[in-house]
């Protein structure tokens, strides 16, 4: 059974960092690539960042460059995204998503708050 579970969201005041996870099983996670998606209330769901299966190559959405590190241990099946600056912008419910050719898999979400 595919399983994605984020967590490390939370409550956190402008300026202050966190560090999400996101932990897979059931399926070959080191021939995924992996994403981060968040969405806003009201608004789409987007991308964030996203790391190749090895980990060789990342991208990141223009507003968090610079501020957030998208990284992956293939050793333990987890994804991270390490979130720095944080302004209130950026509230949203945090998503894993892993690809390969046509699958296509997603978490539950972990909701990040910014606000003092």
């Known amino acids: 059974q595919v399983q994605l579970v984020e967590s490390g969201g939370g409550l956190v005041q402008p300026g202050g960092s966190l560090r999400l996870s996101c932990a897979a099983s059931?399926?070959?996670?080191?021939?995924?690539?992996m994403s981060w998606y968040r969405q806003a209330p009201g608004k789409e769901r987007e991308l964030v960042a996203d790391?190749?299966?090895?980990?060789?190559?990342?991208g990141y959405a223009d507003s968090v460059k610079g501020r957030f590190t998208i990284s992956r241990d293939n050793a333990k099946n987890t994804v991270y995204l390490q979130m720095n600056s944080l302004k209130p912008e950026v509230t949203a419910v945090y998503y894993c998503n892993a690809r390969w050719y046509a699958y296509n898999y997603w978490g539950q979400g972990t909701q990040v708050t910014v606000s003092s």
């Open positions: 790391i190749t299966n090895a980990g060789g190559s990342t």
């Open positions: 059931g399926f070959t996670f080191s021939s995924y690539a």
